[in-house]
């Protein structure tokens, strides 16, 4: 066993160790034994994944360990890029859930889960058979499905959140399980290696692709496949959050990069048009929903489909580029799609784990309700600041470099790509500009209302700072961000080895301090941005210092248009900050609003009260799951009727189809 | 052992395996006719008794001696056993009659005869598989096997529902038998302890429902439904 095989399975095996520190240690250990041991299995799939990543390859076959097929791994760079991103996600949530779970998330069967959740997330990538990725697949449902229902005696949302996404990932796998199964049977064997060598008609390749990509999809959130992604995330603990939505969602993507461009070894442009079209309007959409919504972590939730939609565009355009013969901007299509799979877990743990230090110290995650936590809970507010600005795709944060490489991509599609792509492409070019500048709308909202100006609810006034753990988690978090911003080109030619086992061919990125894009004469740098913007920002805060301190300082009351003090209450609000946005798009979002008005009963023109509601459903969730979920429990309604408690009509049944089943036979021998 | 055995020629083989079919049958089908609870046991306990014949000649026939004495075990169990513990249940709760089946008896006695000629459509390709005089009489069990469901379906006493069930299990025994010339002693002990289990929990069942209903109607049941 080489050293990603020795990492690996040691990772597994301390995953295992501190599932059963969960189950059996008394509870003041429990929560040190299980996060450390996850932190430590972290750790060392970070170190297979990257010992992978540089071009070790490591491969096993356990006949014994499951009946008839047995278990296959594999891990070669594309594979260790996964388990990279996600050792490194379950390093930090694992060290932030020490100090997070004190408060009645310590239960046995919370800390036994999380590390099995992280074992299921090791274990996807590095599957090579398809038993051994359905196993791992289920068993990471299975798990992420008991931590979301973890704070079910709480809050009553969390039932409800539960069991859509108890539904959702169990649909997936069903298209999934069908999607590989005919593949297999088409190919006449099960493992990857067999898979990768087999000769489909191009219907089955077809149908294959299509089952697969619809069972990922559902896992990464995509529209309209999305509906579980904002109630399940948010509602899980945060930490859990943190796993699911910057792990477990890139799952989805391994799965359509493994099966669509590794196994079947790409398609026709149709397939990646679906790719690309689902993932540009989860991207709009999800953003959109992101931007209206004044719940943080369901903010987060839906930033998380978009970001998702972002991969998609990079996935479905590397298909594309593939499918018309481009291989170098297919190469760097799917390098940048990879780049921001990795940047999304970097700054959507960090986001996710400051979110639920918000709600543990304030008991709420109603935007609305927060505000003022700058000066309470400073370094909380600080590492939130550092994940907003890297989502929201600006220099110096990290997201900007993997859309910009993303943008170049398909910009510099339009010579080659004929009339199809000369039609999409710009399109798609506009959607991701649209969606960043959104993004910025939307990060601004979660920093500026959640965390500046002055308290809106009690319990932000009295919210107090983390403890170290859960600073100690969001900080390493934050360190990745910040290594991902300033130094993309440390990353990206390792990064190149896995997009090497999807499109064969020479890296699309190279440079020590600026990123050069192969066959493009395009050139960024992102560390000279950053270190150019630093210049800027301490020369304007010294000019304005060096002015400042001419005049003589006064202090005085704000000016209130004699309105008396002003109060929390006059603040701008989430709801208000987005109310601009969702005007602009009222024909998507089709938000509700009801005024509801008392009068007096003297007079109807004096009024009493006055009641306004706003609501923004999401939209796709009504006219798509409703109807369908209105026919079943009518259906299921009448089903009731079948069983009146009569045991001899129940007995009867059993006749019937009896002797039903031996006329058939009588009949049709 | 072998020599000392009685043998039986097999025109005497023929028709007292078609006499023992026969009296299976007719036990079987006259369960749906009467009414009487006493007569329905005592019809069950004649048909243990046919069941017994049935082996007991089917073991002297292949001269086997273990074959004899499961015949005469299965005898004692379900035409003196069972027979005896339904008998004290219905002593128990007083002697009654299937007073409203489901479904009346005259239509019981056609649908059996329908059910009848769908066993015989049935077993024919068992019977072409190798067709002897023993295997000639397996539509004759799964005959019985209908009519004991069927009757479990449309009788309303707990009772009747219980010789429902020996019927089945009566008529899966016999075709264990001329199938397969008998399946091997513990599974055929394994049966048996069931059927007998299952019996004592309806005796205890019984009298728990009597206590609690006053009757042993099962639709009474219907109030457990949710």
């Known amino acids: 066993m080489n050293l990603v095989g020795t990492l690996f399975c040691t990772a597994l095996a301390i995953c295992a160790l501190s599932a059963l520190a969960g189950l059996a240690t008394p509870t003041r250990l429990r929560l040190p034994l299980a996060g450390l041991g996850t932190a430590g299995a972290g750790a060392l799939g970070t170190a297979a994944g990257l010992a992978a990543l540089l071009g070790e390859s490591w491969s096993a076959w356990l006949p014994e360990l499951l009946p008839l097929a047995g278990v296959r791994l594999a891990i070669d760079p594309l594979a260790g890029l996964f388990l990279a991103v996600t050792g490194v996600v379950a390093l930090c949530a694992a060290i932030y859930g020490i100090g997070y779970s004190r408060d009645g998330l310590d239960g046995r069967v919370v800390q036994a889960a999380a590390p099995l959740f992280v074992a299921a997330m090791l274990l996807v990538p590095a599957a090579a058979s398809v038993s051994t990725f359905l196993v791992a697949w289920e068993l990471m449902a299975i798990t992420s499905l008991l931590l979301v229902v973890a704070d079910h005696r709480h809050r009553s949302a969390v039932g409800e959140a539960g069991l859509w996404y108890g539904v959702m990932t169990h649909l997936g796998f069903v298209a999934i399980l069908a999607g590989l199964l005919a593949f297999a049977a088409g190919a006449g064997g099960e493992s990857f290696d067999q898979l990768r060598q087999a000769e489909l008609s191009p219907a089955l390749r077809g149908t294959v692709f299509l089952a697969t990509v619809v069972g990922f999809a559902s896992k990464a959130g995509i529209v309209p496949l999305h509906v579980w992604l904002p109630r399940a995330h948010p509602e899980a603990p945060s930490q859990i959050s943190a796993l699911m939505s910057a792990a477990m969602v890139n799952m989805g993507v391994y799965g359509i990069v493994r099966v669509g461009l590794d196994l079947l070894h790409g398609g026709p442009v149709w397939w990646w048009m679906v790719v690309l079209i689902a993932g540009a309007i989860s991207a709009l959409y999800g953003i959109l929903q992101a931007a209206v919504s004044a719940d943080l972590k369901r903010l987060l939730g839906h930033s998380t489909t978009e970001n998702m939609g972002l991969v998609l565009i990079g996935v479905g355009a590397a298909g594309l580029f593939a499918a018309w013969g481009n291989a170098v901007l297919a190469a760097l299509a799917l390098t940048a799609a990879l780049l921001h799979v990795v940047n999304h877990a970097g700054f959507k743990t960090l986001l996710f784990l400051a979110a639920g230090s918000v709600q543990r110290a304030t008991g709420t995650r109603d935007l609305d309700q927060l505000g003022g936590l700058r000066t309470r809970m400073p370094y909380t507010t600080g590492l939130f600041a550092v994940g907003a600005l890297c989502a929201s795709a600006l220099p110096p944060g990290n997201a900007f470099v993997s859309e910009w490489l993303l943008l170049q991509s398909l910009i510099h599609a339009l010579p080659t790509s004929g009339v199809v792509g000369a039609v999409t492409m710009p399109l798609a070019v506009g959607v991701i500009a649209l969606s960043a500048g959104l993004a910025v709308a939307t990060f601004v909202k979660a920093f500026g209302i959640g965390f500046l100006a002055k308290p809106r609810g009690p319990e932000a006034a009295r919210a107090a700072e983390s403890p170290p753990a859960m600073l100690g988690g969001m900080a390493l978090a934050a360190c990745c961000c910040l290594v991902l911003a300033l130094a993309p080109t440390a990353i990206l030619p390792v990064l190149s080895h896995a997009v090497a086992v999807a499109l064969p061919g020479p890296g699309a990125v190279t440079g020590e301090v600026s990123l050069h894009l192969a066959g493009i004469s395009s050139v960024i740098s992102p560390l000279l941005i950053a270190v150019a913007l630093g210049v800027a920002v301490a020369g304007t805060l010294a000019l304005t210092r060096v002015v400042a301190t001419r005049r003589v300082r006064r202090a005085a009351r704000l000016w209130d248009c004699g309105g008396g003090p002003m109060s929390a209450r006059m603040e701008y609000t989430a709801t208000s900050f987005a109310e601009p946005l969702q005007r602009v798009f009222d024909n998507v979002l089709a938000p509700e609003s009801d005024v509801d008005v008392t009068p007096v009963k003297e007079s109807a023109y004096l009024v009493e009260s006055v009641r306004f509601r706003a609501k923004v459903p999401d939209r796709i969730e009504r006219r798509l799951y409703e109807p369908v979920l209105s026919v079943l429990t009518f259906v299921g309604r009448g089903a009731r009727h079948l069983a009146t408690g009569s045991v001899h009509r129940y007995l009867a049944y059993g006749f019937w189809a009896l002797t039903g089943a031996l006329i058939m036979l009588a009949v049709f021998q | ?226």
Do not use: K
């Not at chain 2, 219905?90 to 059996?112: C, D, H, K, Q, Y």
């Not at chain 2, 302890?193 to 004592?200: K, Q, S, T």
């Open chain 2, 1 to 226: 052992m072998t020599e000392t055995m009685f043998t039986l020629p097999p025109s005497l083989y023929v028709p007292l395996l078609d006499l023992a079919c026969g009296a299976f049958l007719l036990t079987g089908m006259m369960v749906l006719w009467r009414r009487d609870l006493a007569a329905i046991v005592r019809l069950f306990a004649l048909q243990g008794i046919a069941l017994a014949a049935l082996i007991v000649v089917l073991g002297v026939y292949e001269q086997d001696v273990e074959l004899v004495a499961v015949g005469l075990g299965v005898g004692a169990l379900r035409a003196g056993l069972l027979p005896y513990l339904m008998r004290r249940a219905l002593i128990a709760g007083g002697a009654g009659r299937e007073v409203r089946p489901v479904v009346n008896v005259a239509t019981s006695l056609l649908v059996a005869a329908v059910l009848a000629m769908l066993a015989y459509a049935v077993a024919q390709p068992l019977i072409r598989l190798s067709p002897t005089p023993a295997t000639q009489a397996v539509p004759i069990a799964l005959t019985v096997l209908l009519v004991g469901f069927f009757v479990l379906v449309t009788r309303r006493r707990a009772l009747s529902q219980v010789v429902g069930f020996l019927l089945m299990d009566n008529a899966i025994t016999m075709t264990a038998f001329l199938t397969t010339s008998g399946v091997p002693l513990v599974v055929e002990l394994g049966i048996s302890m069931d059927v007998l289990l299952a019996v004592l929990v309806f005796q205890v069942l019984t009298t728990r429902m009597r206590a609690a209903f006053g009757g042993t109607d099962l639709d009474e049941l219907r109030e457990l439904h949710d």
